[in-house]
């Protein structure tokens, strides 16, 4: 008899407990109502501890008020990074109650409010990365993927982010998951003009794209196809290890990733520059050897391996590069600039034996024939730069560099109209 006396009073126990914990959902319910979330944050907390033992029914509403107590304080600019992840951990913590107890009393609102949040953190990302503040637009990023994992597109972009936020463990762990995710981002995206506001409209499919364009309302239809970017991911991998000085994981990296893109020749010459950097010469050239076979007439490919050289010091080489890229496409802008540069970069050494020199007759002397070389120097770069300047008028930085070398060159009648044009 006395058992059943303990067992009737921890129903009694667990039956007041959930009464108590019903009334405090409510009152904060209550509270966000009345513009005070950060009161129904204080009520819930005090629950919080009951939660566990709760009925599912319970358990969702309690999480569905929690993230819309946390998502009112985010949309107030209350701690807004804090509150929009909380708020995100809440909402999904009742759908995972729902899924269980296959009831969707609240899942449909919460995952309304789950697309709302991950558009904020996306913006608010974008907003980040503009005032150079990467880590934290790259951790909003990573969130947003994390809370609709179909769209992998945001941890290919938050992975990115930690590049340039030079937080290398950070991009290297998305990378690998996107590896193992065997990401391609390969898409084909469909646009077309809005006539109302002559703006470009984005499509999900050319079927919906062409169905406005045929009542009349959009024109201008285009397609574009974006390239996979699973190579650039490999590569970004195996460039991370260089950074970390960690070579032999970087050739193991880039070798995995040309075995999973045979085709993508900007991993040869990431490869060949690794072995460009650990100076074996033999295996740099052999490499290279393979990458010009695959695509002699490659010009992106040819300019590349003038940077590569031009960043190992072999100025030789690079010039060599830089003169076939000029010399299959006239108009390729970056090869006359990297030209230009290649042979500005001798002029310290030049000006450093200058000023080493003294007074005497033979200093005199030689001080005359580094000054001819130095004004040597300036004049087998005007050819780059003015053409630079044809290929884009607008470059002030260009233009700045060529108006330099006419004034140390007193070309007086050149340099003013030049400076007239911009």
């Known amino acids: ?49 009951m939660v566990v033992n709760a009925p599912d029914a319970d358990k969702a509403q309690y999480y569905f008020v929690k993230g819309n107590a946390y998502l009112d304080l985010a949309n107030k600019n209350v701690d807004a990074d804090k509150n929009l992840s909380l708020a995100a951990k809440a909402y999904q913590e009742l759908m995972e109650v729902e899924k269980v107890s296959e009831k969707n009393k609240y899942s449909v609102q919460a995952t309304a409010s789950i697309t709302e949040i991950k558009g904020k953190l996306i913006n608010a990302a974008i907003a980040d990365t503009k005032v150079d503040k990467n880590a934290e637009g790259a951790k909003k990023l990573y969130e947003a993927y994390l809370l609709e994992k179909k769209d992998t597109i945001n941890l290919y972009y938050a992975a990115s982010t930690y590049v340039s936020a030079k937080d290398y463990d950070s991009a290297l762990k998305l990378y690998e998951e996107l590896k193992i995710l065997n ?98 010469m033999e295996t740099y050239k052999k490499l ?36 076939r890229v000029i010399e299959l496409d006239p108009k390729y802008i970056n090869a006359y600039i990297n030209m230009a540069a290649l042979k500005l970069e001798n002029e310290k050494v030049i000006i450093d034996a200058m000023n080493k020199l003294g007074t005497s007759a033979d200093d005199m002397k030689r001080y005359n024939a580094l000054k001819k070389k130095r004004e040597d120097l300036f004049k087998s770069t005007i050819p780059y730069l003015e053409k630079a300047v044809v290929l884009d008028p607008k470059n002030v930085d260009v233009s700045k560099t060529l108006l330099n070398v006419y004034s140390a060159l007193e070309m007086t009648a050149e340099y003013k109209a030049l400076k007239a044009k911009m």
């Open 288 to 323: 290279i050897a393979e990458a010009l076979e695959k695509n002699p007439n490659d010009v992106d490919l040819i300019f590349n391996l003038g940077v590569v050289n031009a960043g190992a010091k072999n100025n030789a080489e690079a010039e060599k590069f830089y003169n």
């Open 183 to 280: 990401y391609s981002g390969k898409a084909n995206y469909f646009y077309a003009v809005n006539k109302v506001n002559n703006q470009e409209d984005f499509f999900n499919t050319a079927a919906d794209r062409d169905r406005l364009v045929k009542m009349g309302t959009h024109e201008k239809p285009r397609n574009e196809a974006v390239p996979s970017k699973r190579g650039e991911i490999y590569k970004n991998i195996a460039l991370i290890y260089v950074q970390q000085g960690k070579a032999d994981e970087a050739k193991k990296a880039v070798s995995d990733a040309r075995k999973a893109n045979p085709e993508d020749t900007s991993l040869i010459l990431t490869e060949a520059n690794l072995y460009l950097e650990a100076k074996d």
């Open 1 to 49: 008899m006395k058992s059943r006396y303990v067992i009737i009073a921890s129903a009694l126990f667990l039956s007041v407990a959930s009464f108590a914990q019903k009334n405090e959902i409510k009152a904060a319910e209550k509270a966000i109502k009345s513009g005070k979330s950060d009161e129904a944050i204080t009520i819930l907390t005090g629950v919080e501890h």
